[in-house]
């Protein structure tokens, strides 16, 4: 990165090289080897810079702050090596926080990897292993302060750095657009010194090393666009690795890859139509950029949840989120209890059914000894009789025995006669005896479904409709055998056709706030709700009812185990991870993306709980108000520039409007593929969501004041006051970055008096102490 083009102030050194008289005397023919370096010295100041800005008493404060509790769960999930599952992102993200905190050692230690690849990777691993952290603090409130074993520095370190590198980058992404190094240096020192962005780096969060790898994706494919040495080849390859990385810390960017693949294409086709280049040459390189841009992206992505799937492997807090087949898999927990269990369900097994939906929570088909109202609140009447329900705990009331209805056997017969597709069966629970029934009964909660319900003989007419036809959703073959854990089974009610569905709606006080179960007679296609799979299963060894019930209260202990590909794992959680939702919480430093154009609020992150250090997440007011004038100005531009066209008047250059046209492509479409998508977005957002794009915006503003120097003001004194003004906001921006610095970095304290004058706008909440 510190290799850059030649500018004023580069330092050439030439080694081995001699010009003296005795050598030339000497008649040597070849020169010795020479070593040429060309180090950009700006580039090396400024880099510099970031490090200091962003590394400076990283280790204060040493309490927990903002988002710290919600991401360090995470990081001691990992060193527990306990499964867990985050909607806000795919699992790079948390692994770099882990790095940190010493897990690469402990995944070294426990999993066989080579000789070569250990010592090959010992450098990189050396940071986590002096971290040492062993997952032991709890993460339960903001301000917490950390224990002795909880590596501070070791933990911040990494989004740290990847927030300097974002300074670096940022230079040599406006260099390759093809602007001045000036202009460059100005794209830098605006990213220096915004304080929401050195905020945001300094602690265990992900947006600092989201940044970082937009940025470096975006560097790599322009410097692999701009060489024609057979080394810009490796600035594609870097380009994907940054691609899959991107989306692998958060979804949101996949935006900006798809982005970069836009600008890629148009830059293929171009390619295509390049009549200097034979056919192979061009299906070769298409050929390479497919593979750099796209297979290698997915193949990453496919990689990091690898690791990460390989790495939990441990039964954790999220287990009941997914499959019973996905919870198996998994070390303790359910795999404790099913492991070993008969595979095959047979007539007289004693099962547990699981919706395979586990929307809105997941639950297990259940009854217990009490009867449906007679009435309802609404004056409908039902059966009266005994509740069949969706219970989202394990109980002894989940039991259920699968019977053949034409014998009266309730345990399994030796060999065990198995339940196949398109077998009919009934399904008895195991406590009360009561058989699973539905009929024309209209459903509690929801009237357009029958009501199901354990069958009473009331003696009052209405005869029992018991009978179950297995349907094995996902068999093999066509009479495929109902399998424990991995078949997804529809029970569809012989009499009326109706499927045995979870509806979702919770039953009022009289169904104790349990689930409601229909029979739906409108179900059709693949509906995740209308489907089961066994979860728990053993094979009933007794007819008599006191003895089953003993027997229901004991555990399984059958030794057979049964695990998942991994392709099936990912599949599931990724499926999860993107149709789970949280619930809407109102935040008190929630905002909406209008508010963050004007940065209209702010976030505290931290407040000494005795003094009146603390620490903000606002950004440099100077640079927000500018980048916000150059945005508007770079629209001015972009029409006025495409009026003129489309009236043939070329008032610059084609290059020029090339340059200007791809500089706003990359810029300004970094800015609206990072901002636009929040608007359609059901979750609560917040300030440090609009980094990525504030970023953007503020690569944009340069480029924009050059273009406007360079090819729109004529006059010299126009040019020099343009000149004077940029000088002017440079200035007002390290004014600002100094006067916030204290609630940047949270010290020095400042009194009472000095806070409220930072309260710039009154919908900044600064908190002051009372006296």
Not at 566 to 575: D, I, P, R, S, T
Not at 697 to 722: F, M, N, W
Request: charged share 15%.
């Amino acid at each position: 990165m510190l290799l850059g083009r030649s500018v004023a102030g580069n330092v050439c050194w030439s080694s081995f090289q001699s010009t003296s008289h005795e050598h030339a005397m000497r008649g040597c023919a070849t020169a010795p080897p020479a070593v040429a370096v060309d180090v950009d010295l700006v580039l090396v100041a400024v880099t510099v810079l970031a490090l200091l800005t962003r590394l400076w008493g990283i280790q204060f404060p040493k309490a927990v702050v903002f988002d710290e509790v919600y991401y360090g769960q995470f990081v001691s999930l990992y060193m527990k090596q306990l499964f867990f599952i985050d909607d806000s992102g795919p699992p790079l993200g948390h692994m770099i926080l882990a790095l940190g905190g010493g897990y690469c050692w402990l995944y070294i230690t426990s999993f066989p990897l080579p000789d070569e690849f250990v010592l090959t990777c010992l450098v990189f691993f050396c940071l986590a292993y002096l971290g040492g952290f062993d997952g032991n603090f709890l993460w339960n409130r903001i301000g917490a302060e950390y224990s002795s074993n909880v590596p501070v520095f070791s933990m911040r370190v990494i989004p740290a750095l990847a927030g300097a590198l974002c300074v670096p980058l940022g230079y040599q992404l406006i260099v390759e657009l093809g602007c001045s190094y000036l202009t460059a240096l100005g794209a830098a020192l605006l990213i220096l010194l915004e304080n929401a962005l050195i905020t945001q780096s300094r602690f265990m969060l992900l947006e600092s090393s989201l940044i970082f790898f937009l940025l470096l994706a975006i560097v790599s494919y322009l410097r692999f666009r701009n060489r024609r040495s057979l080394s810009r080849w490796g600035w594609l390859v870097l380009s994907g690795v940054s691609c899959a990385s991107v989306v692998g810390v958060k979804y949101m960017g996949l935006f900006t890859y798809l982005l970069l693949v836009s600008l890629a294409a148009v830059h293929t086709w171009q390619l295509i139509g390049d009549r200097t280049l034979s056919n192979m040459a061009v299906m070769v390189q298409v050929l390479v950029r497919c593979l750099a841009l796209i297979v290698l992206p997915v193949l990453l992505y496919l990689g990091f949840f690898f690791i990460h799937l390989n790495l939990l492997y441990r039964s954790g807090p999220h287990d009941q989120m997914m499959s019973s087949a996905f919870q198996a898999s998994l070390e303790g927990g359910l795999s404790r209890i099913t492991q070993g269990q008969p595979l095959e369900v047979a007539y007289g097994s004693q099962v547990t059914l699981r919706s395979v939906s586990s929307q809105p929570v997941p639950c297990w088909l259940h009854s217990h000894k009490a009867n449906y109202p007679i009435r309802y609140e609404s004056g409908r009447g039902s059966s009266h009789q005994q509740q069949v329900t969706c219970y989202p705990f394990k109980d002894v009331n989940n039991w259920w025995i699968v019977k053949d209805p034409g014998r009266q056997d309730l345990a399994v017969s030796s060999p065990p006669r198995t339940v196949k597709h398109g077998d009919v069966i009934q399904l008895l629970h195991g406590m009360t005896s009561r058989f699973l029934n539905t009929h024309d009964v209209a459903a509690p909660m929801s009237p357009h479904s029958q009501e199901v319900s354990g069958y009473i003989d009331f003696n009052v007419s209405m005869p029992a409709q018991n009978l179950w036809k297995v349907d094995v959703v996902n068999r093999e073959s066509e009479r495929g055998v109902w399998k424990t854990i991995v078949s997804e089974v529809r029970l569809v009610h012989v009499n009326t056709s109706a499927v045995l569905k979870l509806s979702g709606q919770s039953l009022p006080d009289w169904g104790f706030r349990q689930l409601e179960v229909v029979g739906d007679k409108l179900s059709k296609g693949y509906q995740q709700s209308g489907l089961w799979n066994v979860e728990e299963h053993r094979y009933g060894k007794s007819q008599e009812q006191k003895e089953r019930e003993l027997e229901l209260h004991s555990p399984t202990h059958i030794d057979v185990s049964r695990n998942l590909t991994f392709m099936a794992k990912f599949l599931e959680l990724q499926l999860k991870m993107l149709t789970m939702k949280n619930e809407e919480t109102e935040h008190k430093y929630s905002s909406s993306p209008l508010d963050w154009v004007t940065m209209d609020t702010n976030i505290v992150y931290w407040l000494h709980p005795t003094s009146n250090a603390q620490i903000h997440l606002i950004g440099n007011v100077a640079t927000w108000t500018a980048t916000n004038l150059g945005l508007v100005l770079f629209a001015v531009l972009f029409v006025w520039h495409l009026l003129r066209q489309q009236r043939n008047s070329l008032d610059i250059p084609k290059a020029a409007w090339n340059h200007f046209a791809e500089a706003g492509a990359v810029c300004g479409g970094g800015w609206l593929v990072n901002y636009l998508p929040f608007f359609m977005m059901e979750k609560t957002l917040f300030l440090y969501h609009y980094l990525p794009a504030l970023t953007f915006k503020i690569l944009l503003l340069p480029v924009v004041l050059e273009h406007l120097h360079t090819h729109i003001l004529r006059s010299p004194s126009y040019r020099r006051a343009l000149e004077g003004t940029v000088v002017a906001a440079l200035a007002a921006v390290f004014l600002c970055y100094r006067a916030l610095s204290p609630i940047t970095y949270g010290q020095p304290e400042l009194s009472s008096t000095q806070l409220a004058s930072l309260r710039w706008r009154d919908s900044w909440d600064v908190l002051l102490r009372r006296q």
